[in-house]
């Protein structure tokens, strides 16, 4: 016997699954798929085009990529990522990926991962500042911090390669990091790393950082702004009066200059490097040395120019060896420690 349903049910029915609608119309389904999306962490599988349109990313995803101009590269898939980076070598996919995944988590966790540090009066006054910013890998709170500036020969910012990574190692370590992404041109960069210190050191607290014993890391070009900073200090390139870094870590730069008051540098380079003079950094070296200031300074044989955490070449691990010359050089490093000064000068 067939069951009779009630017409005032199936109103009743039928009202109900307006309700529904009304309550999740298109928009919110879309709405919805988002914030899945915020948690989709990214695979070698993925393209460049994924990052610039991840939730996480919203608003700098373009920030994250080497270039001005990236859309060529949109199709790119991530397992082939260094052919953004013509100028590094040993680009590894899968540290690529972790860092950015890093930030992802982070920022799907409710933290902030991206900072301006040009006023909106700032940018609106030149426009190329709006091409700037710091992300933000955390250490612990009130540690102090560093900001690495990656290479790229002025013409693009390899963060995926020479930043991103590192700070995420530096973090591990407990101390903060910050990658900077600054504009393709040695004086505008230098100016950017200086505003950026600024910037740091304002908002230290908010940021939960500590600001004595601050680092500067720098990669090829990225190496000349950190040595124009170690040479002629942040006032001489912003309005900020405030300390040198306490330790430079400066990779495979052609630059030259030294001074009394050059910072404690640890510095490496490779012998097979074809972009950089090896001869240029040994005599720079010594120059520091004969001025009385501390160096550590690593040859590798076959890591090439640009080669970021040196993953499968023989400059593997020396980032382990830069974060402890760093930390000997910390206000509240012990004093005995001499270590650094008993070891032979290669």
């Excluded at 504009?183 to 940021?207: C, G, I, M, P």
């Excluded at 382990?320 to 050089?329: K, T, V």
Aim: charged fraction near 20%; glycine fraction near 10%.
């Amino acid at each position: 016997m067939r069951k009779r349903i009630s017409i005032k049910k199936v109103g009743a029915s039928l009202t109900g699954a307006l309700l529904l609608l009304m309550a999740f119309p298109p928009g919110h389904a879309h709405a919805d798929e988002n914030v899945q999306q915020g948690n989709h962490l990214l695979t070698l599988k993925d393209r460049v085009a994924d990052i610039v349109n991840h939730p996480a990313f919203k608003g700098f995803s373009e920030l994250l990529l080497p270039w001005d101009d990236n859309t060529k590269y949109y199709n790119t898939r991530l397992d082939q990522v260094g052919t953004l980076m013509p100028y590094h070598s040993h680009v590894d996919g899968n540290e690529v990926v972790g860092a950015l995944n890093y930030l992802i988590t982070q920022a799907d966790s409710g933290k902030t991962i991206f900072y301006d540090f040009y006023s909106e009066r700032q940018k609106k006054e030149d426009p190329t500042r709006k091409a700037t910013g710091l992300f933000f890998f955390r250490g612990n709170p009130g540690a102090t911090f560093a900001i690495v500036c990656p290479g790229g020969g002025f013409k693009y910012v390899g963060s995926l390669h020479e930043g991103f990574p590192l700070a995420q190692e530096i973090s591990r370590k407990g101390l903060n990091a910050f990658v900077i992404r600054y504009r393709v041109d040695e004086q505008l960069a230098t100016e950017d790393l200086a505003s950026a210190v600024s910037y740091v050191f304002k908002n230290a607290k908010s940021l939960g950082v500590a600001t004595h014993g601050y680092s500067l890391w720098g990669a090829s070009a990225g190496g000349r702004m950190v040595g124009n900073i170690a040479l002629r200090g942040v006032s001489n390139y912003g309005d900020a009066d405030l300390p040198k870094p306490a330790t430079v870590v400066i990779t495979y730069t052609g630059q030259t200059g030294s001074s009394k008051d050059f910072p404690p540098a640890f510095m490496a380079v490779s012998t097979d490097d074809p972009i950089v003079n090896i001869h240029t950094m040994d005599k720079r070296v010594q120059d520091l040395r004969n001025d009385g200031v501390e160096v550590e300074y690593l040859h590798f044989k076959n890591a090439g120019h640009g080669f970021g955490m040196g993953r499968n070449s023989d400059a593997a691990g020396w980032i382990e060896r830069a974060i402890a010359f760093w930390q000997r050089h910390l206000p509240d490093a012990k004093t005995t420690n001499t270590t650094a000064a008993n070891q032979p000068k290669p």
